[in-house]
Structures are given as C-alpha cells and as structure tokens.
C-alpha cells in the first residue's frame, strides 16, 4: 500500500486527478474513509483527471451520477443510503460495473456482494497534518 499526504484540498485534487490516468475502462474503485474525510475531494479530481468538466457533486440523495463526456464515462455511486443490497440490485446497479466506464463507489460496506471481483480501494484519512491517502 502506497500513502499520499495531501495538506489541502488543491493537493487532493491533483493527487486524484494523476491517479485518473492509470484508470481504465471497466475499473471499480472504492473510495473509503469516514464522513466528511474527502472522499467526494477525490471524485472530483479523479473526474478531472478524466476530462469531465460538468461539476460533480456528491449523489447522497440521488445514488448515481454519471458523467459521459470525459475520456471514460464516469459512474459515481453512493451507497450510504441504500437500505440493501436487493434496493441496489432494483435500482441496476450491477449493469453499471460492466458499462465500460469507470465507478467510484462510496460507501461500498453495504453492497458487497454486487461489486466486481477486482477493484481498486482507496482510503482517505484525516490526521493532523492534513489527509493521508492510502492506495
């Protein structure tokens, strides 16, 4: 596991928007950490790095938000409302993992069993320099 130390938002930012360009079609990534850690500061940066230029705003309320005029299509889940896993199932969320994008999921503890064999986590943690990223 590789750590980055970011001390700003803006250092955030740009950490996920170099680690955007080693993101390929069908790619799942976990974004982990708990609430108010920064895990939206790296969708928006991992969006950037994609070519995504609408404003990505988290999808508490709306579950899913997808951005499609980057360079990958872009899936952001957040599942921290989600009641279960057959609520997720209902909603199609399986369809997402195999549309050729890239998904970033939130608060992926509560759908396990819907996720891809193979994904990427990365873990934001405050600490009182700044945030440690863990890749």
Request: glycine content about 8%; aromatic content about 12%; overall charge negative.
């Amino acid at each position: 596991m590789a750590v980055f130390v970011s001390h700003s938002e803006e250092e955030t930012l740009r950490w996920a928007e170099e680690f955007a360009k080693s993101l390929a079609a069908g790619d799942t990534v976990l974004l982990e950490g708990e609430m108010g850690a920064g895990k939206t500061v790296l969708a928006k940066g991992i969006a950037r790095g994609l070519g995504v230029r609408s404003e990505v705003t988290s999808p508490t309320y709306a579950y899913i938000n997808s951005y499609e005029e980057g360079r990958l299509p872009l899936f952001h889940f957040d599942c921290y409302r989600i009641p279960s896993e057959d609520y997720a199932r209902a909603l199609g969320f399986e369809e997402y993992f195999s549309a050729g994008g890239v998904c970033l999921v939130e608060w992926s503890e509560n759908i396990p069993s819907l996720l891809p064999e193979r994904v990427k986590r990365v873990k934001i943690v405050k600490t009182d320099a700044g945030r440690e990223v863990r890749f």
